[in-house]
Every structure is written in structure tokens, then in C-alpha cells.
């Protein structure tokens, strides 16, 4: 039995850890909210849905295909596999408005069985939107279904095996349902790892990273997706495309890279060939402190351009390390942290960073980034912090839900950039979004996620009071405003959230118009009916 998330929020239920009770002085002075509990989630009996539309035919070609228990559409998986885990995402689903699940959900074993499910629903006529952890910040899961009356939701949680290790070459070959702890846990047997650590490890899929290009917490490190996956295999409704499993290779323009970030869009990813790398046999994680958030981020452009970068770097600008600190409490990071040091760091001078290294070489590979990051005026705070960090880093998406019970906006968002203009960048997003959400003041916190030698990413936390009469509108003007602002300084709409249904109006200020036909052109080749995930990733045409 595949385990399952509460489908209202964040993991199961009772999992994770809950907010501290000095939580809601903190809500009430940076927010206005009461930081009582003001709302609740529905019960599953109470959710809205629609009658499920599904032709006679179809359903018997998608249960020819998969076995009838494969093929399901009673209430509970219908509401399970409704949407992912965005705010909007959660809003919807804690109200019960569910009127857009999917019509039915299936669920094949195996790459045949995808093919075929394809077919049927191509011949029939109906929309087809993968689905692997469901995970999704940006829409990508959401039964959008087109010209189509019916949705299907293809399940992709049953092609978790690990079909193949061939420790010799560091390379498993794996079905794309595979959880990322599943996977590690794996491959653990053989003292080896995929490492992709993204805030979503607990639920996210492997497929689900190939299709989104997503980033973990160490890829500054350890590659991003995209650079672990050596070769796949995409079930499109035209027919299989199969890459090499060459380690790199000149025959033409990359097709691997066509399918990693496409959504869903052109077909289902069923395998994956993904690169590996031994269990850490040594690991440490650290906090600094750094004077001033571009200052911290000029000592990390150094450090980076001399090819000293850490495996994980996370530099928090001054909000964010002041909420930080604050939420923290007394307890983990705060309580490692030297007076002298939190002090400093209270009073709104300078900027935590968390840097930590996994792997070989620790020792030497920590010597040279502590010299530059010295060079560059910051200051060591020690291992506790850091490890106090690591210890929590998969907290927060539980935290979330118990804001939303005391009616707070939480969301977040993220962008890339260039050295040059990352100063810019985040002075423009952090006044776009505290104009837009002028009327209920918010907290605004940004982090570096991810650095490399020609820029870094710039990842947003916002907090606000919820607008009691339009929650969802007032996220979503916010959104608009930022992702406009960060259209305008010619920063990317996503560096590892993906694109989905939210980003794609955005998606041809990046691409340009030609760039977008290429794309819509592939589509129309692979998905000739137009099935595969209606309304993400390209613009509506
Ligand atoms: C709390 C939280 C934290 C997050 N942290 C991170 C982070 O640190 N880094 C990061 O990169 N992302 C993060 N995300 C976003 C999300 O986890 C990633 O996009 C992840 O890659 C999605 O994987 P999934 O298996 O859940 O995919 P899903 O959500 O199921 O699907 C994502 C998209 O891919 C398509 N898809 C899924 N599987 C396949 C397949 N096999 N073939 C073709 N298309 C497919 C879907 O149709 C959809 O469009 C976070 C999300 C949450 C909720």
C-alpha cells in the first residue's frame, strides 16, 4: 500500500513537527493575525466533486489496460490526486473546492502499460495529466482538461521499482514512481546514493524531478536534476522516445534535455538512468555570519569563481534571518548560536549563511571556503547552528499548514539571475511584493538557494495577513506583481519550481516567440490530439 499525504496539506497526518508556542506573539506583532486557530480543514465527506465523466468505452480500454482495480474514481483518490501543494493549492483543498479532480485515476505498472493508456485516451479523447509525488508548487497536477470533458490522472506511483544497479558505471536504472528516500534507501545496499535533496524529498518522485529540472539543497554541489539523469525513457501518445545511455555525447541537439522540464507535457517519463554517488562518508554543516546580505553575496561570487563552493549554501538576506532566529525560539539552531553572535544577528546586523559539504575531502574543500569567506568579512559561527539547520531542513512545508490554520498567506517563490544583477533583483521582488500586499503589510525573507560561478538563485518565504474576503485574489496579484518584476530585470520565472499552469504567462518573456513555437511545434509532434497535461507549461495560444 503506497503511503499518503493528509489531503488537505503537508505529509501524514500528525507527521512533523508543530509550531512553538511563542509562534503566535511573533504571527500577531509581524502580522496583525490573532495567532489563534481561525479555520480548519474540511472533512473528506465534505469536499466538493462533480460527477465523474468517463465514456463506457474508455473505461474499458484504460481497464483492458491496467487491471479494473488500477482504475478507480471514488471520492478519496479522486481528492488525493486533486491538485499539489501550492498555497492556492492548499486554500482550495482545505475548502473543500474540489470540483476539478480528475474523472478518474489510473494507475499502470510498468512503461507497456503507459503506452497503452496513452493510446486509449488519445482515441477516446481525454486529457491526461501525470502525476508523480504531486508535489507541485506551480499548478503542474491540476486537472486542467482543455477541449476534453474528461480528465484522467495517470498515476505514476506504481512504476517504483529499481529495475537495475550497475555499481560499476554509478548508474541505477529506475521507474520514475520512485520516491527519492525510497530510492536512496535502495541503493544504500550497494553504499550508494542519488543525493537530490529538494524541500519535497519526503514525497517527490524521480519522475516528477526529471519533468520539473528540479534543484535540491545540496545541487550547488551535487548537479542539479538535470545533470543526474543520463538517459530516459518518455511514453508519448506518438510512439517511444529513448535516449543513450552514453555519458556525454555530439550526436546533435541534446533530446534528453528536451524531455527533463517538459511536464508532462509531450508524453510520460516511465524511466530514468540516474547518476550516482557513494554514501558521504563525511559530512559537516556550519553557520557563518555574514555583514550584510550583498555582502555575503559578494564573498560567495569569490568563493564560487574559485571553484571553493560548498555542497549546500544558504545565505539568508537580514528578514529572513531575523524571522528565522525568532520562529526558532529558544530551541535547535538559536540555542547553538553564540550570545555574541545572536546579538549581532538580532539586532539586524548581518546575515546568517549555512554552508555544509558531503562526501570526500571535507576537510580540505571546508579549509578553502572558510579562507575566502574570512577574506570576504564573515564570521564563523561553529557547527551547531549548521547541523541544527540540517536537522530541520525538511520542517517547514509541516509548519505551513498549521499558519494557514491561524489564517496567514504563506508562500514562497524563486528566481535566478546573474552576479550582476542579483543585488537588483531581489531589491525589485521584495518591493514588488510589499507594494502589492501593502494593504495587510507582509514579512518578505529571501535566501540563496544555489550558487554558480556566473550567478545565484534568489529563493522568496512572504508572509501576511490573509484577506479574509478574497484569500486566493490576494495571493494572486501578489504573484503577478513579481513574477512581472522579475520578468522585467530579465531573470529566469524559474530556477527549480518549474513552470506549470502559474508561471506559464511568463514563459515567452524568457523563451522569445520563436523559442515558444519550437516547443509548441514538439508538442504537436509527440501529443498530436493535444492530451498530454492541457494548460501547462506553454502559454495559452
Ligand atoms: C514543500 C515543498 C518544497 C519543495 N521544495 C523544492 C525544492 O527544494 N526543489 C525543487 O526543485 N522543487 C521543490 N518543490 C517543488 C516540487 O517538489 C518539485 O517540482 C518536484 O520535482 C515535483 O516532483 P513530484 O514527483 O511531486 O511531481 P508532481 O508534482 O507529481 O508533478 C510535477 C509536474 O511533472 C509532471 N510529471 C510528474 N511525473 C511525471 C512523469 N513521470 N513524466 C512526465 N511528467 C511528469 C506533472 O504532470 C507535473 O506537471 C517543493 C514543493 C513543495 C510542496
Not at 574559485?306 to 538576506?317: E, I, K, T, W
Request: charged share 20%.
Amino acid at each position: 500500500m503506497r503511503r499518503e499525504q493528509k489531503f488537505w496539506g503537508w505529509g501524514e497526518p500528525g507527521a512533523g513537527p508543530r509550531l512553538p508556542d511563542h509562534a503566535a506573539g511573533l504571527l500577531r506583532e509581524w502580522l496583525g493575525v490573532s495567532g489563534a486557530v481561525v479555520s480548519a480543514p474540511v472533512d473528506l465527506r465534505d469536499v466538493r466533486l462533480r460527477p465523474p465523466v468517463v465514456s463506457a468505452a474508455l473505461r474499458a480500454a484504460l481497464e483492458r489496460a491496467v487491471g479494473a482495480e488500477h482504475v478507480r474514481d471514488d471520492r478519496s483518490i479522486r481528492v488525493l490526486r486533486a491538485a499539489g501543494r501550492s498555497y492556492l493549492d492548499l486554500l482550495a483543498l482545505r475548502t473543500g473546492a474540489c470540483e476539478d479532480a480528475p474523472d478518474v485515476v489510473v494507475a499502470p505498472s510498468g512503461h507497456e502499460q503507459v503506452a497503452v493508456v496513452l493510446r486509449a485516451c488519445a482515441g477516446f479523447g481525454a486529457a491526461v495529466i501525470p502525476f508523480g509525488g504531486g508535489t507541485s508548487v506551480v499548478g503542474g497536477v491540476a486537472p486542467v482538461r482543455g477541449s476534453w470533458d474528461t480528465a484522467v490522472c495517470l498515476d505514476l506511483g506504481r512504476l517504483d521499482a529499481v529495475l537495475d544497479v550497475d555499481t560499476r558505471s554509478r548508474i541505477a536504472r529506475v521507474g520514475a514512481g520512485v520516491r527519492l528516500p525510497e530510492l536512496d534507501h535502495a541503493l544504500g545496499a550497494d553504499g550508494l546514493r542519488l543525493g537530490h535533496l529538494p524541500q519535497s524529498y519526503e514525497w517527490a518522485t524521480v519522475g516528477g524531478c526529471a519533468a520539473t529540472r528540479s534543484a535540491g539543497q545540496a545541487s550547488t554541489g551535487f548537479g542539479r536534476f538535470d545533470e543526474l539523469v543520463a538517459a530516459l525513457r518518455c511514453a508519448t501518445p506518438a510512439g517511444d522516445l529513448e535516449t543513450l545511455g552514453a555519458p556525454a555525447s555530439a550526436a546533435g541537439p541534446d533530446l534528453r534535455a528536451l524531455v527533463l522540464g517538459s511536464e508532462g507535457t509531450l508524453g510520460a517519463i516511465t524511466e530514468l538512468a540516474l547518476r550516482l554517488r557513494p554514501v558521504a562518508s563525511e559530512r559537516r554543516y556550519e553557520a557563518w555570519q555574514a555583514r550584510s546580505f550583498d555582502a555575503g553575496c559578494e564573498a560567495l561570487r569569490a568563493l564560487t569563481q574559485a571553484g571553493a563552493a560548498p555542497d549546500v549554501v544558504r545565505l539568508s538576506d537580514a528578514d529572513e534571518t531575523r524571522t528565522t532566529l525568532a520562529l526558532a525560539g529558544e530551541r535547535g539552531l538559536l540555542r547553538r548560536l553564540g550570545e555574541a553572535a545572536l546579538r549581532a544577528l538580532r539586532r539586524g546586523d548581518g546575515c546568517l549563511l549555512i554552508v555544509g559539504w558531503e562526501g570526500g575531502a571535507v576537510s580540505r574543500r571546508r579549509a578553502a571556503a572558510a579562507r575566502a569567506l574570512r577574506a570576504g568579512g564573515a564570521l564563523p559561527l561553529g557547527r551547531g547552528p549548521g547541523e541544527a539547520w540540517r536537522a530541520a531542513r525538511f520542517a517547514a512545508p509541516h509548519l505551513r499548514d498549521a499558519l494557514l490554520d491561524r489564517g496567514v498567506l504563506v508562500e514562497t517563490l524563486e528566481t535566478a539571475t546573474t552576479w550582476a544583477g542579483l543585488a537588483s533583483l531581489h531589491r525589485a521582488v521584495r518591493a514588488a511584493l510589499q507594494t502589492a500586499l501593502a494593504a495587510t503589510p507582509p514579512v518578505v525573507g529571501c535566501h540563496v538557494s544555489h550558487v554558480y560561478p556566473d550567478g545565484a538563485s534568489l529563493y522568496f518565504t512572504v508572509l501576511a495577513r490573509q484577506d479574509a474576503g478574497d484569500p486566493a485574489g490576494q495571493w494572486r496579484s501578489a504573484k503577478r506583481a513579481a513574477g512581472d518584476a522579475i520578468a522585467a530585470a530579465g531573470a529566469t520565472i524559474t530556477h527549480h519550481h518549474a513552470v506549470g499552469r502559474d508561471h506559464a504567462p511568463w514563459l515567452e518573456s524568457e523563451h522569445g516567440a520563436l523559442g515558444v513555437e519550437l516547443l509548441r511545434a514538439a508538442k504537436e509532434r509527440c501529443d498530436p490530439a493535444g492530451i498530454m497535461n492541457p494548460g501547462k507549461l506553454l502559454p495559452a495560444g
